[in-house]
Every structure is written in structure tokens, then in C-alpha cells.
């Protein structure tokens, strides 16, 4: 142990660091309490300050006393099973639980791929029939041992080609097979025949035949696509001013044409088609056509033959 004035000073020393180290737990112990007073002043509780006072903590008591207590869950009556409110009850639960599954999201359909050369079924239906049951027609089928032909009432140059060849024209897109389809696409066919050298029969009545040939084209049947191809060029050879007058109608007739143009032909190599005359291959047809157009339609008509068949080709250009 230190003797003399050298241990007094180092024992004054130890006293003043004492305290130094007992002022920091005092601090540290107030600023606690602080602390818990205020958490006890929110929650209601007693402090623990030093400050607190007996008004204080009756005041804290009072607070405490006043609060509410907390409501109790009423259990609900049962009902009499059987009875009419039961019933009622159940009905109600077994709507909303109908409501709820109807407002469920439904799952969503895979969409089909669309086909572009299926046939279109939603093409208005053609008229000819009707009017052929009622007579209204100047022609009947006769059953000849060719086959069938048909019979007409009077010479064709006296009939009017402005009434006639349009419903000829709407029937062509009737069943094949039927009677219907056979006196459209002949009456067509002879009615355009007898026209050859008169333009004044066909000239006026092309712009009331585009209408039926859109639709007829619109069906997208291989058999009744050909049948147009055919009229289409039958009309060219009747007059050399029809190619010009087709020309403003490309837009209603090129679309669906270039469609099967587009599709290509069957590539057979060295063997031989013997489905000929009742081949569904539209490529050739439909080239031959696109040709004659182009022949008959003056200097503008392959520009406007271009801009509806993209791939096509003149078979003039030098």
C-alpha cells in the first residue's frame, strides 16, 4: 500500500474516478426510468419517476377505471332445423354461393388457327332457286341423252341482259350438283356465247355482275372459284372493250384470286393427273385468266394487275 504524499494523491485519485464512474450510472439509470414512465403513461400503468406525486398516480387510477370494458361476441340463436327461416337461410347461402362461382374468372379459350382457304359460310344465299320455282325464269331443263341442257322460251337476243344475266350470275354460287348450279353456270355460259360481237348486251350489265361474282368468289369453294375463272374469261373474248371496263373492278375480284394464285400448284414431276377435268388446282386457271386480263385491259391493266396479284408476272413484257 502507498505511504506518504505520493499515496494520498493516487487514493484522491481513485476517489475522483469513483465518482466520475458512479455519475454515468446515475445517468444511465435516469434516463431508464424516463424511458418507463412514458411507456406506463401511454399504456396507463404507475411511474417510476421520481417526479411522480400521489395526485398524479390518482389521476392514473381514474383513467384507468373509466375505460370501457370490451364488448363480449354474442353467440347467435340456432334455428329449428325444418323450420321456414332454416329454409330460407340455406336458400340464401346457396345464391350467393351461385353469385360467387358465376363471378369467378372462366378460363379462356385457346383460339383456333385461322384457315384462309376455308369456305365461308356467311356469304347471303343466292336467289335463283327461288325464282326458278316461281317461274319467273325464261328457261326450264331439259333431260336430253347428253345430259342436261336447257330449253329457253324465246331467242336470247330478245331477252333483257340487264335483268337476266346478273340472277344467272347469283346462281352460279349454288351446290354443285344441284339443278340450281347447272342452269346458272349454263345459262351464263350460253347467255354470254350468243353476246359475242354485241357489246351493247354485256358492256352495260358488267357493273351489276361484279357484286354476284364477289360473293360467289367470297364462298372460297375450289368448284365455284372455277366457275368464275371461267365466266371471267369467257367475258374477255366477247368484246375487246370488256377488258378495259373491267379494269375498276379489279379490287373486287383480284383479292380472293390472288389468295389461291399465292398457294401454289401440285408439283406431280413426271406423273400424270388423271383428275383433270375435275382437278380443285386453281394456279393454272387462274394464270390463264390473270393473262387474258392483261391482254384484253389495254396499257393499264397490268400495273392494276400488280398492285392486286403481287407475284404475278407479265407474259408480254419484253
Given at each position: 500500500?502507498?505511504?506518504?504524499?505520493?499515496?494520498?494523491?493516487?487514493?484522491k485519485l481513485r476517489k475522483k474516478l469513483l465518482s466520475q464512474q458512479l455519475s454515468v450510472v446515475d445517468d444511465k439509470f435516469d434516463r431508464l426510468n424516463r424511458i418507463m414512465d412514458k411507456k406506463l403513461t401511454i399504456k396507463g400503468g404507475r411511474s417510476f419517476s421520481k417526479e411522480s406525486t400521489p395526485?398524479?398516480?390518482?389521476?392514473?387510477?381514474?383513467?384507468?377505471t373509466s375505460e370501457p370494458e370490451p364488448k363480449k361476441l354474442m353467440v347467435p340463436q340456432t334455428t329449428i332445423p325444418g323450420s321456414k327461416i332454416d329454409l330460407v337461410r340455406k336458400r340464401n347461402v346457396i345464391r350467393r354461393h351461385n353469385e360467387m362461382e358465376r363471378r369467378k374468372p372462366k378460363p379462356k379459350a385457346k383460339m383456333e388457327k385461322a384457315d384462309p382457304f376455308a369456305i365461308n359460310t356467311n356469304v347471303p344465299t343466292s336467289l335463283l332457286p327461288r325464282r326458278y320455282t316461281r317461274g319467273e325464269l325464261p328457261c326450264t331443263v331439259e333431260h336430253r341423252s347428253s345430259g342436261l341442257a336447257l330449253s329457253w322460251m324465246c331467242p336470247l337476243h330478245n331477252l333483257d341482259y340487264e335483268h337476266y344475266l346478273p340472277i344467272f350470275m347469283d346462281g352460279?354460287?349454288?351446290?354443285?350438283?344441284s339443278v340450281h348450279s347447272f342452269i346458272a353456270r349454263q345459262g351464263v355460259y350460253e347467255l354470254i356465247q350468243d353476246a359475242a360481237g354485241h357489246s351493247d348486251r354485256v358492256l352495260d350489265?358488267?357493273?351489276?355482275c361484279v357484286l354476284p361474282l364477289r360473293y360467289s368468289l367470297s364462298t372460297k369453294r375450289s368448284d365455284v372459284v372455277l366457275a368464275v375463272v371461267n365466266i371471267i374469261k369467257q367475258l374477255c373474248t366477247v368484246h375487246p372493250a370488256v377488258g378495259p371496263r373491267l379494269i375498276p373492278h379489279y379490287r373486287q375480284i383480284l383479292g380472293i384470286l390472288n389468295l389461291f394464285y399465292c398457294k401454289g400448284g401440285k408439283n406431280l414431276g413426271d406423273a400424270m393427273d388423271y383428275k383433270q377435268f375435275n382437278s380443285d388446282d386453281l394456279v393454272v386457271p387462274i394464270a390463264e385468266v390473270l393473262e387474258m386480263m392483261e391482254r384484253t385491259g389495254g396499257p393499264n391493266a397490268f400495273v392494276n394487275i400488280k398492285f392486286m396479284v403481287p407475284t404475278y408476272t407479265s407474259a408480254f413484257a419484253n
Open positions: 500500500m502507498p505511504t506518504g504524499k505520493d499515496g494520498l494523491f493516487e487514493l395526485l398524479e398516480t390518482a389521476k392514473r387510477s381514474f383513467r384507468n352460279v354460287r349454288c351446290a354443285e350438283g350489265v358488267i357493273d351489276l
